[in-house]
Structure formats: C-alpha cells, structure tokens
C-alpha cells in the first residue's frame, strides 16, 4: 500500500489532521478511479499524489477558503504579519520550534515541496509536475523552505557529526 | 563559481539535481572556501535531520476499509460506460504499478475496480508494508544511537549474544572480504516479535540486517526503495533475510542474498 500511504502523508501534512487527511485521500481515490486512462505505468506514485494535492486544495477552497493562497509571497505574509520583513519574523517563530512542527508551520507552497522531497524522495521535475509549478520554482521555494528550516536545526545543535552515521 | 552562486546551487546539489559540470565547480569552489563549506555542511545535516526525524504518516485501518466501500459502491456504474481498460505497457520491474495496474491488465475496469478495492483489504506482504516498517526501524535506530546492543566485529562474541536473546540462532558471517565490516548486533521487535539485526559497514553505509525464522508470508528476493532507502530481501538456511541501508540496490542485494546463502567470507555457525 506504497502509494495509500504516500497519498495519506502527503494529505496529512497539508491538512494537520488526520480525519481531514482521511476525507481528502478518500475524494483522491475516487477520482483516480475516474482518471485512471491518465495513469502511466511508470509513475503510478507522482500521479496518485497528484490527485491527492488537488483533491487537497479542492477540499481546502471548499472548507478554509481564507488559507487558500495563490501567491507564495503573501503566504509568507499572511503568517507574519508583525514585522517589517515577513521572511526574517517567519524564521524566527520557526526558530522556536523543533523541526517537525517547524515543517508543519510553513506556508503550504513550501510545505508540500519539501514534504515531496524529503519524505517521497521525488525528483525536482516530478514534484514541478505534481505541484504544477516550473522546474525553477521548485528550485526556489526549496531553497527558500529550507533556509527558514535551517534556523530550527542550527538552533538545536543539530551539526554534521551527528548528521552522519558515525562508526 | 562565486560564493552567491554555490548558496543558490547548493540545495539542488545535495538533492542530486544539479549537473555534472557545474556540480564539480561548486565542489571546486567549496573546497577552497570554508564559509561555502560550511553552508553546504548545513544544508546535508538538514537534509538529514528532515529525512529522519520527520514523522512519516501511514494509513490508518480506518481509511483504507472507508476507501474500499466507497470504491465498491463506485463499480456498477462505472463498468458500462467504460467498457474495456486501456492496456499500458506492462513492467515487471514497477512493483508499484501493481497497485492500480494489475487488474485493468487483467481485464475491463470491473476487474481492475474489484482488485483495486480487494487490494486496500488485503496489503500484500511485501513490496508494501514491511519494507517502510524496517526503514523506520533503520532510520529510528540510527538516530536514536542505539544501532548496535552489542558492539562486536567477533562473530563469536555477537552470535551468543544474539541466541541469549532469542528462541532461534543464526548464522553469522564476518564479511570482511568482500568488504562488509561487521558492527555488532541488536535487537528489534518486528511484528510483535524479537528479532536479529546485524549491523554491517560498507564504505560510508550503514546496513541493519533483520534476520528471523523463514515464514510462509516471506518475501522473495526483491529489492523495494521506502524514502530513498533500499530494502533487499533474500532466503536461506532456513531464515528471511531483510537489509536496510542507503548502499545502492545492487550492491545491497548481492550482499543480502550472499549472507543467506553463506558464500559471503569464510563461512559461519
């Protein structure tokens, strides 16, 4: 069950919970079902997180229309509202936090791209197809996702050595 | 290469995205500049603490029987209008395909629909569940430092300790030769049970072997890939052998598949 799984984290990062990741992997897979003349054999997965993101922001406008935000900017924005530069007040209240929250406080443009990245492992131009975004704006908000996250992990210490395996 | 362009590169690198050419420039670059070193230092230690400590959500029960009713209720009013399925290339190699693929290969949608439905109530064994459960206990263990119990390159020392633990034994092999240097060992719950890891170094890999009596439900030597690690699976001397590592599939399973079989080193018991 890679991809219900798959399916299921992607949604429940988006959603922060687990019945509104329910709902929204539920809707995913009745539309795969209809969809399923678009399916490849070789990207069964990236087309199946396809339909959940979409099914995602579908339940999004439907349910919280006002997180709804097209503009990665004003997301960024929208979150940091205090300060005269949004991006340095957003990475300081990421600072605070350890790092899966810090993940799930990021906007979602950001959110999804280093959730498909870093826990599906896809590649720069399967998460462009997914998110429906050109190559170098996955490039970008990668950077940008990670550069508020670095706060988090430099924060608590987390360096090199302890990165690695170590023997 | 200027240090602007190393920080705007240097993400894509890590993530592997960047080409050859301008990848051995950067690297050239970072070499004689520790400030840019350091910075490419922070991205892989991120990198790496996102990829193990973010939690990774499975599925629950719940969903995957909610998906199969409504699935099933979906069938008879699809089947007429579509009529046959389309008829993609098939891949053996694409265990994933297997997943929405197998049943529209098999025959109209109806199939495809019932199988795809049966599918979310019965998970296979492999392929699916147990490689994503081992890699959380690879990943687990090498975060939380207690990837070895007991921390031995003796065979001698490491098998004891193991049958002390456990109602089987195992063979254990030193791999040296062929380049595997043996760590030590653990021991996991795995379904409920404990279960035998060997901890063996190849290079700058890290790889947990699960070893447990051979089961009905074992899976076949096969390779699966769970969040960019690999999973190789093989039987022998009466056990399932199950390696997790970040080593490359090939490599991996060769070596897994030469531990059941014993011809890794000089034989074990």
Same mark, same amino acid.
């Given at each position: 069950m890679v991809h219900l799984d798959a399916g299921y984290n992607l949604a429940r990062w988006l959603t922060h919970d687990a019945s509104d990741a329910q709902d929204v992997v539920q809707d995913a897979c009745l539309r795969a079902m209809k969809y399923m003349?678009?399916?490849? @054999?070789?990207d069964g997965r990236a087309w199946f997180l396809t339909i959940v993101r979409r099914a995602f922001y579908d339940w999004l406008a439907r349910n919280?229309?006002?997180?709804?935000?097209?503009d990665p900017e004003s997301a960024i924005d929208a979150l940091a509202d205090? @300060?005269?530069n949004p991006e340095q007040a957003l990475a300081r209240k990421i600072e605070r936090l350890a790092l899966a929250e810090a993940v799930a406080a990021l906007p979602l443009p950001f959110r999804e791209v280093i959730i498909l990245r870093e826990?599906?492992?896809?590649s720069y131009k399967e998460i462009a197809r997914i998110a429906d975004v050109p190559l170098g704006t996955v490039m970008s908000r990668l950077s940008r996702a990670r550069r508020l996250l670095q706060a988090s992990v430099a924060l608590r210490g987390l360096g090199a050595s302890s990165a690695g395996d170590g023997a | 290469m200027n240090c602007d362009e190393v920080i705007s590169l240097m993400g894509a690198d890590v993530d592997g995205e960047v080409d050859a050419l301008r990848s051995h420039a950067l690297r050239k670059h970072v070499a004689g500049c520790p400030a840019c070193g350091q910075r490419v230092e922070a991205q892989r230690a991120l990198k790496q603490a996102l990829r193990t400590e973010l939690p990774c959500h499975r599925a629950p029960a719940s969903l995957r029987e909610r998906v199969a009713i409504a699935l099933r209720a979906q069938v008879p009013a699809q089947v007429p209008a579509q009529g046959h399925a389309h008829s993609p290339a098939q891949s053996?190699? *694409?265990?994933?395909?297997?997943?929405?693929?197998a049943g529209a290969l098999a025959g109209g949608l109806a199939a495809a629909l019932l199988w795809f439905a049966g599918s979310l109530w019965h998970p296979g064994s492999?392929?699916? *569940?147990l490689p994503t459960r081992l890699v959380g206990l690879h990943t687990g263990a090498t975060l939380g430092h207690r990837l070895i119990e007991v921390a031995s390159s003796d065979r001698h020392t490491v098998k004891p300790w193991l049958s002390a633990r456990l109602d089987y034994t195992i063979p254990v092999l030193d791999a040296a030769d062929a380049g595997f240097t043996l760590l030590g060992a653990r021991i996991d719950r795995l379904d409920g049970r404990p279960v035998a890891v060997l901890v063996y170094r190849h290079r700058q890999h890290m790889i947990d072997v699960h070893v447990r009596p051979l089961a009905a439900d074992a899976p076949p030597a096969d390779v699966s890939v769970v969040r960019g690690f690999n999973v190789a699976a093989a039987q022998g001397a009466q056990m399932s052998w199950l390696a997790t590592s970040d080593l490359n599939a090939a490599e991996l399973a060769a070596f897994v598949s030469g531990l059941a079989s014993g011809k890794l080193g000089p034989a074990g018991g």
């Amino acid at each position: 069950m890679v991809h219900l799984d798959a399916g299921y984290n992607l949604a429940r990062w988006l959603t922060h919970d687990a019945s509104d990741a329910q709902d929204v992997v539920q809707d995913a897979c009745l539309r795969a079902m209809k969809y399923m003349d678009s399916l490849h @054999a070789d990207d069964g997965r990236a087309w199946f997180l396809t339909i959940v993101r979409r099914a995602f922001y579908d339940w999004l406008a439907r349910n919280r229309p006002a997180l709804l935000v097209h503009d990665p900017e004003s997301a960024i924005d929208a979150l940091a509202d205090e @300060a005269d530069n949004p991006e340095q007040a957003l990475a300081r209240k990421i600072e605070r936090l350890a790092l899966a929250e810090a993940v799930a406080a990021l906007p979602l443009p950001f959110r999804e791209v280093i959730i498909l990245r870093e826990l599906e492992d896809l590649s720069y131009k399967e998460i462009a197809r997914i998110a429906d975004v050109p190559l170098g704006t996955v490039m970008s908000r990668l950077s940008r996702a990670r550069r508020l996250l670095q706060a988090s992990v430099a924060l608590r210490g987390l360096g090199a050595s302890s990165a690695g395996d170590g023997a | 290469m200027n240090c602007d362009e190393v920080i705007s590169l240097m993400g894509a690198d890590v993530d592997g995205e960047v080409d050859a050419l301008r990848s051995h420039a950067l690297r050239k670059h970072v070499a004689g500049c520790p400030a840019c070193g350091q910075r490419v230092e922070a991205q892989r230690a991120l990198k790496q603490a996102l990829r193990t400590e973010l939690p990774c959500h499975r599925a629950p029960a719940s969903l995957r029987e909610r998906v199969a009713i409504a699935l099933r209720a979906q069938v008879p009013a699809q089947v007429p209008a579509q009529g046959h399925a389309h008829s993609p290339a098939q891949s053996r190699a *694409d265990r994933r395909w297997r997943w929405f693929g197998a049943g529209a290969l098999a025959g109209g949608l109806a199939a495809a629909l019932l199988w795809f439905a049966g599918s979310l109530w019965h998970p296979g064994s492999f392929g699916e *569940d147990l490689p994503t459960r081992l890699v959380g206990l690879h990943t687990g263990a090498t975060l939380g430092h207690r990837l070895i119990e007991v921390a031995s390159s003796d065979r001698h020392t490491v098998k004891p300790w193991l049958s002390a633990r456990l109602d089987y034994t195992i063979p254990v092999l030193d791999a040296a030769d062929a380049g595997f240097t043996l760590l030590g060992a653990r021991i996991d719950r795995l379904d409920g049970r404990p279960v035998a890891v060997l901890v063996y170094r190849h290079r700058q890999h890290m790889i947990d072997v699960h070893v447990r009596p051979l089961a009905a439900d074992a899976p076949p030597a096969d390779v699966s890939v769970v969040r960019g690690f690999n999973v190789a699976a093989a039987q022998g001397a009466q056990m399932s052998w199950l390696a997790t590592s970040d080593l490359n599939a090939a490599e991996l399973a060769a070596f897994v598949s030469g531990l059941a079989s014993g011809k890794l080193g000089p034989a074990g018991g």
